[in-house]
């Protein structure tokens, strides 16, 4: 089976592969940069699993026969802002923006608001999808904190300032393999992974 990651995020590739079986599959995982990389899309839906959809559908354009395009959407919610950034996760701070800008204004987003109310998850959902066949999706979530301040130099996006729950670390402290065991990426290629074993 090939399998295609709709995404231009050369980051967010190498985590599935990180976080993937590395026996049991018989799959073949390839990048969007097999077609030259990923679509332009809008991603205007509301929801995760709808941004997810139009990633999927984007890319199945480029697939060949009997293959498929697996999309991911994710975010972070926070509580206190009423679950923003959310779909806009990734632009928070505009559409030019980077991952610094996106953290420092959601630091500035919640100036004043105390440890305990700064609850938040990171929400993530996959559309799996054969080229002409109907979507599935599998979502996973984390539950946990942001920090007052980024913490840690590994990660990407949020990283820094998300503290799982249970956990004195930022994602951005904990390495790969412990974030990629807990994350809500991992949780949602857990549930796709299940999926995959029950159809062979």
């Not at 839906?45 to 997810?52: I, Y």
């Amino acid at each position: 089976m090939d399998i295609f990651l709709a995404s231009g995020n050369p980051h967010k590739f190498e985590e599935f592969v990180a976080i993937l079986p590395q026996d049991g599959l018989k799959i073949n995982f390839h990048s969007a940069e097999v077609f030259g990389g990923m679509p332009e899309v809008e991603e205007t839906g509301s929801v995760f699993e709808e941004n997810a959809r139009i990633k999927a559908e984007a890319l199945e354009e480029l697939l060949p026969l009997d293959a498929w395009a697996l999309a991911d959407d994710s975010g972070l919610m926070v509580d206190a802002l009423n679950g923003q950034p959310g779909v806009h996760s990734s632009r928070y701070a505009g559409p030019a923006c980077n991952a610094v800008a996106n953290n420092i204004k959601l630091l500035n987003e919640l100036r004043g608001v105390p440890g305990e109310e700064r609850t938040a998850r990171f929400k993530c959902v996959l559309c799996f999808k054969q080229k002409g066949g109907p979507c599935h999706f599998f979502s996973g979530s984390c539950e946990g904190h942001i920090l007052l301040a980024p913490t840690g130099e590994m990660g990407f996006g949020y990283d820094p300032l998300f503290q799982p729950l249970g956990y004195d670390k930022s994602f951005a402290e904990l390495g790969s393999a412990q974030k990629n065991s807990l994350s809500h990426r991992g949780q949602a290629i857990s549930e796709w992974v299940k999926f995959l074993k029950s159809a062979e």
